[in-house]
């Protein structure tokens, strides 16, 4: 079975971006306005491999499609390294082939070609054409380095050891941890072993299909996660296509032939919304360029298995590219206005990227005829680092006003390891929790289930900034991506500005303030490992366990464990034994306009001086006294009931019901009883419900000797480490 045979793409057929328009050149005719490479023999290139010219005075015929690529990203780059490291390439690998029967020098020019295309700068490239010298050949890294630099040298050694490490379920962790942190200390590393997967996946016809399927797999799990995640959708794309007709043919067959037949159909109902996309655009003075961007295999299957039969419409997206960020919204304000919106389609993924790089506006518009098209906006370079990701950030070590050479060395610590390389946030936090874990086969586990993630979300933090979840994480996991162990004193959250507790499962979009305590007991809950979903929040948990074998759960701490009611009682008891009485003060006096009546202060909302009051007339003469916002107010005026005017008398003495809201710890009732006293009020009673989900209920009747005091005790008491809210009672009491 050949390789073009098995592989909905062959070497040249498909080219980065879009692969699907490419991978059908056989089926249909490209689009008109899509100006392809030609068609890339590589034995051709083999034989030129051989034949070229390797003089000083000028390139080597066999890279002329990488050269030709890579000015048209680095029209100034220096080509001498790419000439010597071909030289070098070529006499190393002279003799040896590949098991398709090409001389081996094609493979190390093909994968260069495809970070050529991709934009990568040139000592990506270089070390592209060596990445399989030192392991297949007699040359040594020191040579690499003494010819090359040693940023060449430091990529190819991280190449090197990628080739060594089994990536599947036998592969062993430690060895894979220290690959992955070479890969996150230079993203380049990572980059030409996708491209050099890519290359190999290309032709992998040649391989039993038993070999075949076991490297589909790999690939599937481990390589097209890390791509996705690295931002290399160009790479990514394909290789899910390429496994996709490796692991499931017949579903593969079925979508190439939905996408035969819709190109065989007389009207393209995508290329007519486009075009309405370019008038309104034109109109409105808008310069962009307006293409189809074809759905790749993986992405149409997904959309026929979501919605059954498939329109025009469904087997592509506009793609809009302009120049500035602000003509971003521009052509989404002209979209929206002059055609239909989908409103439920909007993303923006530029105020808020991905967390690979990825920038775009997401919308879609509608036809009469129930035709929907996906839109996507963005600017060139956003389309540049949506296709690349890493690859498009060049060299991440020199200056930005320098070219790349290959010859100065990356910056390291003491250590030898790079500092604080420019990397997508993902490879940040993996770097940094790979540190924390505490043996390889927990950071392998963790690193696979993170890897099996396949949606991210962003929160935004109280501050503004924003944190990049993993779909199904909770606020113990943002916990974690803001603090970092410090989180250990978490003690709850507010999402979109509604209490919550830290297993709240948090959506996209949602805003998060997270609760720390101050107490330094705060300890983390074996509890919270249920609710993790992130290798950060679940290894530092982890450590902090192992290191307290014994340790009390600090939410049923020794203060939580008995009866709460029991405990406010003694707190109670402490407090009037202090105050020197038993007997309650009286309540503040309310005056009503209605002579002879008895004046009753309402349980349901406990009104105080200075509150605004109202007052109803019940049998037996009393005449309850509500504040105005109370709830019982509004029913009893819409049964018709009358008011009675009310007002406060000269008594500045008051009794008044406050609930605590707090989150459980060792000493909390104390430590809030103690903050009562001290602001001269005597507790009447008090009440403390258990512990739900991590949080207690304190309910306290306080007779303050002066109402004007109020807001005071009601600070001082939101002021005691592990409360989060103190507000009067609001009793739910059947209204006379």
């Not at 430091?154 to 060895?175: F, N, Q, R, S």
């Not at 680092?385 to 320098?402: F, M, Q, R």
Request: charged share 25%; glycine share 6%.
């Amino acid at each position: 079975m050949s390789a073009e045979a098995t592989n909905p793409a062959s070497p040249g057929a498909v080219t980065s971006s879009p692969k699907l328009a490419a991978s059908l050149e056989q089926d249909g005719p490209p689009s008109p306005r899509r100006r392809t490479r030609p068609r890339i023999d590589l034995r051709r290139l083999g034989r030129a491999a051989f034949l070229g010219s390797a003089t000083r005075d000028r390139l080597p015929d066999a890279i002329g499609h990488v050269v030709e690529a890579h000015r048209a990203h680095h029209p100034d780059a220096d080509l001498e390294p790419l000439r010597r490291a071909y030289v070098l390439a070529e006499s190393s690998h002279r003799g040896q082939m590949r098991k398709s029967g090409e001389p081996y020098i094609t493979h190390p020019l093909a994968v260069t070609l495809i970070l050529a295309e991709l934009g990568a700068e040139t000592t990506t490239l270089t070390a592209s054409l060596l990445h399989d010298t030192v392991e297949d050949t007699d040359v040594t890294l020191d040579q690499v380095g003494e010819e090359f630099g040693a940023e060449v040298r430091y990529i190819v050694d991280g190449v090197t050891k990628l080739e060594k490490v089994d990536y599947g379920t036998a592969a062993e962790p430690e060895t894979f941890r220290k690959m992955l942190v070479a890969t996150g200390n230079d993203v380049r590393v990572m980059s030409i072993k996708l491209a050099d997967r890519l290359h190999n996946m290309r032709t992998l016809g040649v391989m039993r299909p038993e070999k075949q399927e076991r490297i589909a797999k790999v690939t599937r799990d481990v390589l097209i996660p890390l791509a996705e995640r690295l931002g290399v959708q160009a790479l990514k794309t394909e290789l899910e296509d390429l496994v996709f007709a490796i692991l499931h043919p017949e579903e593969y067959q079925h979508t190439r032939e939905l996408i035969v037949d819709n190109a065989s159909r007389a009207d393209d109902p995508l290329a007519e919304i486009a075009d309405e996309v370019r008038a309104v655009l034109r109109d409105s003075g808008i310069q962009a360029e307006v293409l189809i961007r074809p759905r790749h295999f993986v992405s149409l299957h997904r959309a026929s298995r979501k919605r059954g039969r498939l329109r025009g419409s469904d087997f592509g997206r506009v793609l809009v590219l302009v120049n500035e960020d602000a003509d971003c919204y521009g052509v989404l304000g002209e979209l929206h206005t002059c055609m239909t919106p989908v409103v439920s389609e909007f993303k923006d993924f530029i105020a808020v990227p991905k967390f690979n790089l990825y920038q775009s506006l997401h919308t879609a518009v509608a036809r009469a005829d129930g035709q929907v098209a996906e839109v996507l906006i963005r600017t060139h370079q956003m389309h540049k680092a949506a296709e690349a990701g890493v690859i498009a950030l060049g060299n991440p070590y020199a200056p930005p006003s320098e070219e790349q050479s290959g010859s100065d060395p990356a910056p390291t610590d003491p250590d030898g390891e790079r500092i604080d390389p420019t990397r997508p946030g993902w490879l940040s936090r993996l770097l940094d929790w790979q540190e924390a874990a505490p043996d390889p086969d927990t950071f392998w586990s963790t690193l696979r289930e993170d890897l099996a993630q396949d949606r991210e979300i962003t929160v935004f933090r109280a501050d503004g900034g924003s944190l990049g979840l993993p779909e199904g994480a909770s606020c113990v996991d943002a916990a974690y991506a803001q603090y970092g162990e410090d989180a250990h004193a978490c003690i709850g959250a507010r999402v979109n500005g509604r209490l919550a507790t830290l297993s709240t499962v948090l959506r996209d979009g949602d805003t998060v303030q997270l609760l720390m305590g101050q107490d330094p007991a705060s300890e983390p809950s074996r509890e919270w490992l249920e609710h993790a979903r992130t290798p950060v929040a679940r290894i530092a948990i982890q450590r902090w366990l192992a290191a307290h074998p014994t340790h009390d759960d600090p939410v049923h701490g020794p203060e939580a464990s008995g009866d709460p009611a029991e405990a406010a009682r003694a707190a109670v008891d402490a407090r009037s034994a202090q105050d020197g009485s038993d007997a309650p003060p009286a309540a503040a006096t309310a005056v009503v306009d209605q002579p002879g009546a008895t004046v009753r202060l309402a349980g349901c909302c406990t009104p105080v001086p200075p509150d605004e009051v109202t007052g109803f007339a019940v049998r037996g003469g009393v005449v309850t006294v509500h504040r105005v916002e109370c709830s019982g107010v509004a029913h009893m005026k819409s049964t018709g009931r009358a008011e009675v005017g009310v007002h406060w008398g000269d008594t500045t003495e008051a009794r008044v019901t406050l609930v605590a809201e707090s989150f459980g710890r060792p000493h909390l009732l104390a430590d809030l009883t103690e903050a009562i006293a001290l602001e001269g009020v005597a507790i009447v009673s008090a009440t403390v419900e258990p512990p739900s989900q991590q949080r207690v209920r304190h309910t306290y009747t306080l007779q303050l000797p002066d109402a004007a005091h109020l807001p005071a005790l009601m600070r001082a008491m939101r002021n005691v480490p592990g409360v989060y809210d103190v507000s009067r009672a609001q009793h739910h009491v059947a209204v006379p």
